[in-house]
């Protein structure tokens, strides 16, 4: 139990499909980020929340869209997806400001676009 | 946020003392070398972290050179539950948790 849990940890879908990724924090953190990690390459940083406001968008294209409606919940809206957005999808959360800036992992969600 | 650079893979016997590097010679005054491993298919899990003293939790001991540009994450009696890809970020405490992750180097401990 690491604190940060995502739902579905698999999901497979079409490139027409809308689906959504959901993650939840139980630590009291006030920031909150996803992460893609594809197949052989390293972890790369989506978007961060703090205090619920989206602080960075890494280039990340349109068809993610982000939702942050508290400080415990973060979500990853999907649609018309591309088979390279295949990936293992993780969500992470931590104290911000001038925390310890450990951050705390989710077991991630299994993503595959057919 | 400095970069690091890590070996791509090592070995490590079961029960033996795990010495991983990492060379961060840009780093700057204000910047802490965190340790973060990624079981495999899992979330990466935070491990220690250090701005100059060593430093040592009940995982793992961190040492960090004097002049600051390498370290070194000890794992005092590996297991097998420890093959893992360890990661070595160096960045700004408190800078909204935003790690830069690299390849990382992959530890594989044998029986």
């Known amino acids: 139990e690491t604190g940060v849990t995502q739902t579905p940890r698999h999901l497979v879908m079409g490139m027409t499909n809308k689906k959504s990724l959901k993650c939840e924090q139980h630590?009291?953190?006030?920031?909150m980020y996803w992460y893609k990690q594809s197949a052989k390459k390293p972890l790369e940083l989506m978007f961060v929340?703090?205090?619920?406001?989206?602080?960075e968008n890494n280039s990340v294209p349109s068809r993610f869209s982000p939702e942050c409606p508290n400080s415990s919940h973060l979500f990853l809206h999907l649609h018309t997806l591309q088979p390279e957005d295949s990936a293992l999808y993780l969500c992470?959360?931590?104290?911000?400001?001038?925390?310890?800036?450990?951050?705390?992992f989710g077991e991630g969600s299994r993503l595959t676009v057919l | 946020d400095a970069k690091t650079t890590q070996p791509t893979s090592m070995d490590c016997a079961e029960g033996r003392a795990a010495n991983l590097p990492c060379n961060h010679s840009?780093?700057?005054?204000?910047?802490?070398v965190y340790w973060y491993r990624q079981i495999h298919s899992q979330g990466p899990q935070y491990i220690i972290h250090?701005?100059?003293n060593n430093e040592t939790n009940e995982m793992a001991s961190l040492i960090i050179t004097e002049d600051r540009k390498s370290s070194t994450l000890i794992l005092p009696h590996a297991t097998l539950r420890d093959t893992a890809v360890y990661y070595c970020?160096?960045?700004?405490?408190?800078?909204?948790?935003?790690?830069?992750f690299g390849a990382g180097t992959q530890v594989v401990v044998t029986p």
């Open positions: 630590l009291g953190h006030n920031a």
């Open positions: 840009t780093i700057s005054g204000n910047e802490y």
């Open positions: 929340y703090n205090f619920k406001e989206q602080t």
């Open positions: 970020i160096v960045r700004v405490q408190g800078s909204w948790g935003k790690l830069q």
């Open positions: 992470a959360s931590s104290q911000g400001g001038q925390g310890t800036g450990e951050l705390f």
């Open positions: 250090g701005l100059k």
